[in-house]
């Protein structure tokens, strides 16, 4: 249900199965183990549609990736406590509830360009925090790309779609390092959540109602918030 809501808008849904993860309380290793997983499969697919419409920017992507892609697998490889990891992801998932109440900026008429220094510290940063807590960083890289104007609605989807498959794949590859197993289970829940995209990705394209779907996300994500913060 998760990744056909968030395909259906275009998005991987990794805070979204970190919500419902934590809602039935896996522990936090589990959850940015799954999480990372599940984000690479449906961000793929979202950036393989997204490609079709538009050329990636190279000037965005190369200082982007560069930062993002070290710093997200040493995030990945970090242990943290369940307390401190708690808290990150309560603040973290505040980014996607505002936007998904706000709603999305207008289409960038104007395009500023950003320094490379600039870009490669936003995706150090952006990446870091991504492999912490088990997120691709795209439900924070899309409105930080769109608030300072460095890309338009549909170049900022198909650059955050793919980095958030690159920035899952360097995380769950520092996890690994860590010896971080994945379950048998993970294949049924693997083919489910795709499928969800898969139909998301065509529903969200031809028949959805994109606010409604916005505002019962960020109802999910609410929720999570509320129980991390009195857990």
């Not at 992507?61 to 406590?81: D, E, M, Y």
């Not at 395009?111 to 960083?137: C, E, H």
């Not at 794949?169 to 969800?196: K, R």
């Amino acid at each position: 249900m998760v990744s056909f809501l968030y395909a259906g808008i275009g998005h991987g849904g990794a805070s979204g199965y970190i919500a419902v993860m934590t809602l039935i309380g896996l522990t936090p290793l589990d959850i940015r183990t799954n999480a990372l997983m599940l984000n690479i499969v449906v961000a793929s697919v979202a950036f393989l549609n997204f490609n079709r419409k538009i050329k990636l920017n190279l000037d965005l992507l190369i200082p982007l990736f560069l930062g993002s892609i070290p710093l997200a697998f040493i995030g990945g490889s970090i242990q943290i406590s369940s307390t401190v990891f708690k808290w990150v992801l309560a603040i973290i998932l505040l980014v996607p509830i505002v936007r998904f109440l706000k709603g999305e900026k207008k289409q960038v008429n104007q395009i500023k360009p950003a320094s490379f220094w600039t870009l490669l510290l936003t995706g150090a940063a952006i990446g870091f925090i991504s492999g912490l807590i088990g997120i691709g960083g795209g439900i924070i890289l899309t409105p930080v790309l769109l608030w300072f104007s460095w890309a338009t609605i549909t170049q900022a989807a198909t650059l955050s779609a793919l980095f958030i498959v690159a920035n899952s794949i360097s995380g769950l590859s520092g996890l690994w390092s860590v010896e971080v197993y994945i379950a048998e289970s993970f294949l049924s829940i693997l083919g489910v959540t795709l499928m969800g995209g898969f139909l998301g990705s065509y529903f969200g394209a031809n028949r959805f109602n994109e606010p409604l779907l916005k505002r019962i996300l960020a109802t999910v994500l609410i929720i999570a918030v509320i129980k991390l913060i009195w857990t």
